[in-house]
Each structure stands twice: as structure tokens, then as C-alpha cells.
């Protein structure tokens, strides 16, 4: 239960109660009124901007309206206090019973507390990750990784249809790259000295087992074809050992996808960005013309020619987008749109691309996309993801094992694990830089967040054991008829209080597509229950466990109990385990 929905409806009743008691019809738009936990906790327990965001709809001052829609809160039994602050702010006081009911509904679900129906079963296509499939994946790749997977989990427990996509960039110039730099590999496989790597191919020793299996299937045959005849052959199998060293890479960090989508399959006569251009053209969607030329500096390379463009300034974008060149082939941009074209397709209403933030220039034209073939239904977020700096101990770390010019996914999870890499990824708002030190993640120390998250679920654990060795089976640690109300300490109060948020963090954090809020709310969890834990060592009347009062006992190892629940719950979502035992 989202006790916080459930108050906002309350105050959506009382507003329209003021409403029925006027004379004149009043035009409201509720959707600017939020309900929320004051910034103060000793304001109260909920506040409403309901009087400050409505006071011109009803033509009153803001005091003069929270004074009216507070007398229609303070008739609601479940209100104990409605106070009026500052320019119009209302804050609500709640009775004990409707805490301790939102406690025993978290207890009585102990799995799906904090699940909502918000999406609706929406259909949303989250897109992440999407490295080129010519390396092994990098750190950078790793935060975006992260994020894309968390937010997929986040919002299908708040209730949407969620498909999981990696667009495979297989059809460019890079992939022919690759493919040379394979051939390479493949020559050196069959005993021939190859000495340094051309510039321009790709270096890195993840190559040679590629070489080794070319050696493997056709011995020699390939060294006497032309490039024509060997360049096919080479790049399907370099893209396909890419591929699975990418799977590899990604299942590292337990990441995984429904769809991995082939860039090559939109391309060839007849296919899909063919029949797309031909769908644009026949809605004058696409002219011939010329763009003026980049603003700055002219690049070398500039040539002032007529090309096939898309109208997608008429839908937002900063200026209209090639589809041609003047050569006749296609850009970059015209796979991006039938690729744009196919998702809507398969009847996405949200489309979400997870992409490094040296890709803020893409933002506005995938929306002015998604709007021009959708007809404005589908709706677009890109979410940018900013770099990550690496550290030891304070020290820069810029080279990999493997690849020789940059750190790999691989090398960070192998030398921290996976719990450490997802938690501390996503510890951060995703266009926010990140530094990340080997050192201070596997620190045993408050220092350390998903220690000390992991921790907090781990000493629940352990208080729950130490009280059935202390207590046996029996009493005092039965907690499904716990008394709660028997909780009243002010920091068992404010961990009910804490426990009551985690649904509306859900659905704040689903609606925004910003998982690091469940980062930050097991972090703040985890602080309040290790605060009151320390509270018990100095006053042993606080301790979870009092063998003369069992019935307090009880309540309290229920909360103990909930604790756990919620924290394993918020890291599950991340993708983190929640240990019982820190060793």
C-alpha cells in the first residue's frame, strides 16, 4: 500500500468538498498537487502544495484556500493535526493506527510491498548498453549497462510491459575494421610474423582466439582470396565471437536481454530503410535540399551538396537530418529511423535509449522522430549517462589487461565483484559524473555504501537469530501478531515512518526513470536502522530484545524483520544481493 496515494486522494476529496461549496464553477488541475514527506519531520507527517499550486484556479490567496481545505482534512479520523505554514503550505499529523497498518501491510507482503500498478502493462522498450560489437566492453559501458538493467527491473515492478533491447551496430564501417583487424589475427594464427598492428585496426589481444578459430575452419584457404571474397566470411565470424564475449561480459554483472536487434537487418534492397524512406517520402516527409553548414569552425571536409533530408525540424529538432547522401547511399540516421519506425511497430508507446552523454546532440531528433511516425503517441527519454573515472586509492587508473588502451568491464568486476560495480553505478544520478575507487569499494567501513547497505540487511539477520537463540522458537519472535502499537520510541517512529516511503520512492523513481533513488533510499534506510542499533548499545531499554517484556519483543522484532524485508527488496531491484552474513 502507498500510504502517500492513498493520503493524496484524501486531499483530492477535500479539494473538491471546497469546490462543491462554492457558487461558481471552478476549472482545477490536480496534477500539479503533490502529497509528500515534509522536509522537516517535525512539521508533521505529510505535506500538500494543494493551497500554493491552486490558489489562482479558485482566485484566493494561498492561506485563504489551505485554511478551507484543511477544515475538510481535519474531519478525516485518520488526521490528528492540520497546520497551515509559511505562504500556504498544509501539514498533516496521522493517528499511530494508520503507521502501524502500513507497517503490518508490509509484513503481510513481504514480497510484493512497494509494488504498484502504475504502468498499466504500458509497453516500454528500454535500450541500453548498444556498444559496438568490435571489443570487449569497457567501464564506460558498464555504468550504462547498469543503469538501463535497474531501471528495466524498476519499472516492471511498478507495472509496465518492459522489453529489454540492445541494438547490435553491425552494419558500418567499424565492423569492416574489425573485420581486417581479425584477418590479421588469423594470418599470425598460421605461424606468419605480423609485427606491429597497423594504425587504424584494432590492437587488443581479445582478437587472437578469433584468428585461432579462422585458422581452425578454413586452414589456409582464406590467405589466397581477394579481400572482396574474405571480407564476408572474416566479419560475420569476428561479429559473432564479439557478440559473445559481450554476453559474457554483460552476464558478468548478471545483465540480460530479450532482444539483441541487428543493425544489418534493416539494410539491403527492398528492406526496411527502403520501405521507410518510401513511407516518408509518400507523407512529404523527406525533400531534396541542402543544410547550411555547421556552426564554429568549418570542418576540412565540408561540401556544400544537395542530399535527401528529413523534415525533423517541423517536429523539434534543431535542424533538418540527412537520410542520403548524394552518392545515394544511406546515413547513419536513416538506419536510426527504421529502426525508430520498427519499434513503434511492435507497438511501444515508450521508448527509452540509455546513451553516453558525448550523445546529447541525439536527443532531440530521436524525439522529433518518434513523434513524426508515431503521429506524437509514442514518447521518447533518452537518458544520458556521464563518464566514469576510475581511481586506486586516490591514483588515476586509465590502462586495461586486456585491451591494452582502456579498462574493461571485466577487469573492474572481477576485481570488486558485481554487488560493489551495480550498487556504486547507481549510487550517483546517471548525468552526474561518477568516480569510482577500487580501494574505497571494498573497504569494510560506513565509507563504503553497499557495504554499508548490505550490512544493514545482514545485522537484521543477525538480530533475528541471536533473539530465537535468546528467546528459542516461541515467544517473543512469533511477529505475525505482533502488537506494533507497543512501538513508540521516536527512532522505532521515524524506521515506521521510513518503511512507509519505499512505495512512493518506487513510483516516484518509475515515473522519473531515475533508479539511483532506490540507491539513495536503502542508504538512508540502512543509516536510520545502524543509528537506532547504536542507540540500544548506550540505553539497553532500547535493545530489540527485552526477555521481561515479551510483547515488546515482539513488535520490535517485527520491525527488525520489516527492515530486512524492504532493504533486500530496494537491492534486488539494483541487482545487488542482500547477504545475511558479512564475512
Known sequence: ?????????????????VVGDLSHAVAIDLSRVVVEPPRDPSHGDMATNAAMVLSKDFGMKPRELAEKIAEKLRQDADVTAVDIAGPGFINLRLSGDVWYGALRGLLSDAEGFGRSHLGAHRKVNVEYVSANPTGPMHVGHCRGAVFGDALATLLSFAGYDVTREYYVN?????????????YLRYREALGEEIGAIPEGLYPGDYLKPVGEKLAAAYGKDLVGKSEAEWLPLVRAAAIAAMLEMIREDLAALNIRHDIFFSEASLHGQGGPVDITLADLRARDLVYEGRLPPPKGQLPDDWEDREQTLFRTQDFGDDTDRPLAKSDGSYTY?????????DKIGRGFEELIFVLGADHGGYVKRLEAVAAALSGGKAHVDVKLVQLVRLF???????MSKRSGDFVT?????????????????????????????????LEQSRENPVFYVQYAHARTKSVLRNAREALGAGAG?????????????????ALVHKLAEYPRVIEAA????????IAFYVHELASDFH????????????????????????ARLALVQAVGLVLKNGLSLLGVRAPDEMR
Do not use: C
Open 1 to 17: 500500500m502507498n500510504l502517500f496515494a492513498v493520503f493524496s486522494e484524501r486531499v483530492t476529496a477535500a479539494i473538491n468538498a
Open 170 to 182: 553491425d552494419a558500418g564501417a567499424q565492423v569492416d575494421v574489425l573485420a581486417r583487424s581479425a
Open 333 to 341: 540516421f536513416a538506419s536510426d529511423v527504421a529502426y525508430m519506425k
Open 392 to 398: 586506486r586509492a586516490g591514483e588515476p587508473v586509465r
Open 409 to 441: 568491464l571485466r577487469d573492474v568486476v572481477e576485481e570488486v565483484g558485481t554487488d560493489a560495480v551495480r550498487f556504486m553505478m547507481l549510487f550517483r544520478k546517471n548525468d552526474a559524473v561518477l568516480d569510482f575507487d577500487f580501494a574505497k569499494v
Open 477 to 493: 519472535t512469533d511477529t505475525a501478531s505482533a502488537k506494533l502499537e507497543r512501538l513508540s520510541d521516536s527512532g522505532e517512529i
Open 510 to 517: 518509475a515515473l522519473a526513470h531515475e533508479p539511483h533513488r
Open 531 to 554: 543509528s537506532h542499533w547504536n542507540r540500544g548499545n548506550d540505553d539497553q531499554s532500547l535493545r530489540f530484545v527485552q526477555a521481561d517484556d515479551v510483547e515488546l519483543t515482539s
